[in-house]
């Protein structure tokens, strides 16, 4: 049984940084896709970014240069580092896990797995 099991947010200031975790059980971490999503009030599930099992990674343009995912394969463990913190970022942020290379990876229906979520509430 696959669990992502996530940690971190909370209630924070305009400008504050941020780091959230994910950990991965049931299934092999290295050969899984790891995402992160957000869904705001009101809105769709938002991609952030994607951390492929190559290293490599995609963003999304809002949070690109501000938001980083980094992997730990030894801790099977996924991160997201948020900096520069904005009030459009408030939301609940997702972690996900993608089985297999889809070329939609940006939506959130392609996704295998899911994280609990956790609220992450920017103020000024």
């Known amino acids: 049984q696959v669990q992502l099991v996530q940690s971190g947010g909370g209630l924070v200031q305009a400008g504050d940084s941020l780091r959230l975790s994910c950990a991965a059980s049931g299934r092999s971490f290295t050969n899984s896709h790891m995402a992160w999503f957000r869904q705001a009030p009101g809105k769709g599930r938002e991609f952030i970014g994607i951390?492929?099992?190559?290293?490599?990674?995609n963003y999304a343009d809002s949070v690109k240069g501000r938001f980083t995912i980094s992997r730990d394969n030894a801790k099977n463990t996924m991160y997201l580092q948020l900096n520069s913190l904005k009030l459009d970022d408030t939301a609940v942020y997702y972690c996900?896990?993608?089985?297999?290379?889809?070329?939609?990876?940006?939506?959130?229906?392609?996704?295998?797995?899911w994280g609990q979520g956790t609220q992450i509430t920017v103020s000024s």
């Open positions: 996900a896990l993608l089985s297999n290379y889809k070329p939609t990876y940006t939506s959130p229906n392609v996704y295998d797995y």
């Open positions: 951390s492929w099992t190559t290293g490599n990674g």
